[in-house]
Nanobody, 121 residues
Framework: QVQLVESGGGLVQAGGSLRLSCAAS????????MGWYRQAPGNQRELVAK???????NYADSVKGRFTISRDNAKNTVYLQMDSLKPEDTAVYVC???????????????WGQGTQVTVSS
């Protein structure tokens, strides 16, 4: 069993910053991709950013230049640094981790519980 524990959400004023963390623990063989989704009420779930085990990253157009994803492979932890936050960034942010076996074969996608980010104007 794999658990993802998130932290770092909260309330911030527009223009401010927050840093989200997501740590994976449990019966982990290996983790490949990690990333963050977000969902606001009435909106579709959006992939915010993702990162491979080698450090390659991708971002949604809406957050490019403002958000930075990173990871610590030794700690099985992924981070999302969010700067220049806007009210439209308000959402529940959920992290994920793709577990793979020793041959690199995908096993399962694990999800965090979600953390609320609220940006006031």
């Amino acid at each position: 069993q794999v658990q993802l524990v998130e932290s770092g959400g909260g309330l911030v004023q527009a223009g401010g910053s927050l840093r989200l963390s997501c740590a994976a623990s449990g019966s982990i063989v290996s983790i490949n991709g990690m990333g963050w989704y977000r969902q606001a009420p009435g909106n579709q779930r959006e992939l915010v950013a993702k990162i491979t085990s080698g450090g390659s990253t991708n971002y949604a157009d809406s957050v490019k230049g403002r958000f930075t994803i990173s990871r610590d492979n030794a700690k099985n932890t992924v981070y999302l640094q969010m700067d220049s936050l806007k009210p439209e960034d308000t959402a529940v942010y959920v992290c994920y981790a793709d577990g793979v076996n020793s041959w690199g074969t995908f096993l399962a996608r694990y999800w965090g519980q979600g953390t609320q980010v609220t940006v006031s104007s």
